[in-house]
């Protein structure tokens, strides 16, 4: 990354602002901002028609040594699984293979431990670092924020122009604040904060921004967690999120295969410290969440802006003020099989769902096992688990984790996408209800007519056991 530019501005500034200057090659004709890209990760079900485009421009990469690919979406997570155990797979897997190889890309394939959903291994491995400038053709690449990387998601055409020119450009995003402040309460994660912003704030709040969460709740975050928050940005409407880089990020950051060792590293980690946002700095919108107010929470409707508290009810869609907001969560809750005024601890569940890009780090994981430990999945459940990288399935057998879950009766499974985007074999039936770890609730998002909840790892661990939506703050959470 070009970190010999990241110096002090003369006037105050945000972290976004620092980073984003320190890749800005020009500002063009259209008022667009063309920004260097210091690491690009491809995943099978958008690189595919990338490839195509250079091939039919006889382009090539210009970059190969700074572009890896992963094989996620679309591959299978029964255990044991290849390249070939999805049919409906098969060729975009069998396509990146083969243009990875063509162009001297990097792959880390259902076969390589270093496999996984591209926002996992990004920061896990050391590929996503504090001050970067990270392109992939997904949305939630907003996640490697929580490292104090700019995570920028791009479209088909874009990730062509990065394989092509390792530039992209960009509308420059507006500076926005979230200052998540008081004493998080027991039970509450860095899921539950992100939902309840989102509820507090609405899914158009971020729009055209980066947003950067900030406040004593968010430094006293391990970076698991703030991966989480930032992935969840773009349900807020923003371009990304991040986290200001600190000594939590450094030492997370140390050690990993791709980041710089030795002296490179101390150099590096003077340069990161930087990175943080002057006191002086403007934000032209700015919000403060009150953490004391926030219990655990869950979605009742089809946006993840359709949140409460495990402790409240489906709401009255008449006591929305906006005649469209009124529509939209009347819809909603139709949709949802639900009743305004039901509480929403109690509604039965017929799947429990722990993975995605969200939620499937091990801290995730270990957080689920413990409220599993020593009990079983209700009968009627389907309960399963799929880790967000071969690195952690590995760290989570080691720890015992797998034997925990599978006692419990919950699938133990491979690394990938899974039940997030419902493009393999883990899928929900039409008119079931799940509750997912994941970080959107759309109509049909888990399977044709599937109905989602969205919570935190431990809370759908709860409901699993209880075969309904709980309060894991009453303890059993049966």
């Not at 995605?356 to 801290?363: F, K, V």
Request: charged share 25%; glycine share 10%.
């Amino acid at each position: 990354m070009p970190g010999d530019r990241l110096s002090a501005a003369a006037e105050p500034t945000t972290a976004f602002d620092k980073i984003w200057n320190a890749h800005l090659v020009k500002t063009l004709d259209d008022g667009r901002d063309l920004v260097f890209v210091d690491r690009h990760i491809l995943q099978e079900t958008t690189s595919a028609p990338a490839f195509d485009g250079l091939e039919r421009s006889r382009r090539r990469v210009r970059h190969p040594e700074l572009t890896v690919a992963t094989q996620d979406h679309i591959v299978s997570t029964e255990p044991g699984r290849d390249e070939r155990s999805n049919p409906v797979g098969r060729e975009l897997l069998d396509l990146m293979r083969s243009n990875s190889d063509a162009h001297r890309i990097r792959i880390f394939g259902v076969d390589d431990p270093r496999q996984g959903i591209v926002h996992v291994i990004g920061p896990e491995l050391g590929l996503a670092l504090p001050g970067c400038l990270l392109a992939c053709g997904d949305s939630h690449t907003s996640t490697v924020g929580g490292l104090g990387a700019l995570g920028i998601g791009v479209g088909t055409s874009e990730v062509e122009h990065v394989l092509a020119t390792q530039t992209l450009a960009l509308t420059r995003p507006r500076n926005m604040r979230v200052r998540f402040e008081g004493t998080v309460g027991p039970g509450v994660t860095a899921k539950d904060l992100i939902l309840r912003a989102i509820g507090q704030l609405g899914i158009a709040a971020g729009q055209g921004c980066a947003v950067e969460y900030a406040g004593d709740a968010i430094r006293a975050l391990p970076v698991e967690a703030r991966l989480t928050l930032c992935n969840m940005s773009i349900e807020l409407g923003a371009r990304l999120g991040l986290v200001a880089p600190d000594e939590t990020t450094i030492e997370y950051v140390r050690g990993r295969e791709f980041a710089p060792a030795g002296r490179d590293f101390e150099q590096a980690a003077a340069e990161w410290r930087s990175l943080t946002s002057d006191a002086a700095a403007r934000f032209e919108r700015d919000f403060v969440v009150d953490c004391a107010a926030i219990s655990p929470q869950v979605t009742w409707g089809t946006s993840p802006q359709d949140v409460a508290g495990v402790d409240e009810c489906v709401p009255d869609p008449a006591g929305f003020g906006d005649a469209k907001r009124r529509d939209l969560a009347a819809a909603a809750i139709r949709y949802m099989g639900l009743e305004p005024g039901m509480k929403i601890e109690g509604i039965p569940i017929d799947v429990a769902f722990i993975g995605s890009c969200t939620n499937s780090r091990l801290a995730d994981l270990e957080a689920a096992a413990t409220i599993v430990r020593g009990r079983r999945v209700a009968g009627h459940v389907r309960a399963l688990v799929v880790p967000g990288s071969t690195s952690v399935r590995h760290a989570a057998e080691a720890l015992g984790l797998d034997r925990i879950f599978r006692d419990a009766g919950f699938e133990w499974r491979d690394a990938g996408c899974s039940m997030c985007v419902s493009v393999n074999e883990d899928v929900v039936p039409s008119g079931a209800r799940c509750i997912a770890t994941t970080n959107r609730n759309f109509e049909n998002r888990q399977g044709p007519g599937s109905r989602t909840h969205l919570a935190s790892p431990a809370m759908v661990a709860a409901a699993a056991i209880a075969g309904r939506i709980t309060d894991l703050r009453k303890g059993s959470g049966t």
